[in-house]
Nanobody, 126 residues
Framework: QVQLVESGGGLVQAGGSLRVSCAASGGTFSMYTMGWFRQAPGKEREFVAAITWGGDSTYYADSVKGRFTISRDDAKNTVYLQMNSLKPEDTAVYAC???????????????????WGQGTQVTVSS
C-alpha cells in the first residue's frame, strides 16, 4: 500500500510560479510511474503530467506543455511539479497518483493509477 501526500499549494498571481510536491511512503516508489492530475470546481479530473519509473519519459497535457515540469527524486520518494507562467485557468486541486504502467496513452486516464493523494489547492489570481 502506497500513501501519497501532496504539499506546496497556495495562492499565486497570474504569471507567477509554484512548485507542488508529493511524498510517497509504504511502497517501492522507484517502481511506480507518477502522475499529476487536477480538478477544478464543476469539471472532470484532468491529466496534467506523468513521469515513468526511472525518469526515462515524461508526458504533459497540451495545456501545460512548456510551462510545467515534472521531476522525481527516488532517494527522497518524492515527485515534483514545477509550475511557471501560471494562468487563472490553472486553478484547481492538484493530486498526485502512482501507477504500474508506462504506456503514455494509459497514463492519461485516472483509472490507470492505483494510489492517490488527497490533493493540494492551487489558486491563480488574475
Amino acid at each position: 500500500q502506497v500513501q501519497l501526500v501532496e504539499s506546496g499549494g497556495g495562492l499565486v498571481q497570474a504569471g507567477g510560479s509554484l512548485r507542488v510536491s508529493c511524498a510517497a511512503s509504504g511502497g517501492t516508489f522507484s517502481m511506480y510511474t507518477m502522475g499529476w492530475f487536477r480538478q477544478a470546481p464543476g469539471k472532470e479530473r484532468e491529466f496534467v503530467a506523468a513521469i515513468t519509473w526511472g525518469g526515462d519519459s515524461t508526458y504533459y497535457a497540451d495545456s501545460v506543455k512548456g510551462r510545467f515540469t515534472i521531476s522525481r527524486d527516488d532517494a527522497k520518494n518524492t515527485v515534483y511539479l514545477q509550475m511557471n507562467s501560471l494562468k487563472p485557468e490553472d486553478t484547481a486541486v492538484y493530486a498526485c497518483a502512482a501507477s504500474r504502467l508506462i504506456v503514455w496513452r494509459a497514463l492519461l486516464r485516472p483509472n490507470s493509477y492505483d494510489y492517490w493523494g488527497q490533493g493540494t489547492q492551487v489558486t491563480v489570481s488574475s
